[in-house]
């Protein structure tokens, strides 16, 4: 885990986010500060989108789900012929959309894909 800051501009309004990294399950004092969270998994790798979809349950049964904002963000960093895509779009999608009031992402720091936003 770890601890960042960032000013960040949205609708003209700054705003200072505290970001700090989790490595395991939340616990209840996490789920007592959060007002958002960033589920991410690799797009290669089945067990780390069957790990959000196990996280996010233990989130929902510390706090309710519609308190906190959520977004799910799949990366795609190693994804070559040797290291195929496993996890599809339209899966990822439908964990999305089961945990409600959550954006998706798909991003690639290799290329910069949706990484600002």
Known sequence: GGQFKREVTVDGQSHLLL??????APDAQF???????????SL???SSFEEVARLHALLCDLRGAADVALALVGTQDKISSSSPRAVEDA??????????????Y?????????VDR
Request: aromatic content about 12%.
């Open 19 to 24: 970001i700090r990294e989790e490595a395991g």
């Open 31 to 41: 789920a007592s500060w959060a007002d958002a969270v960033i589920f991410v998994f």
């Open 44 to 46: 290669e790798s089945e």
């Open 91 to 104: 899966r990822a999608r439908a964990l999305c959309g089961d945990m409600r009031r959550c954006l998706y």
């Open 106 to 114: 798909e991003t690639c720091a290799t290329y910069g894909l949706n």
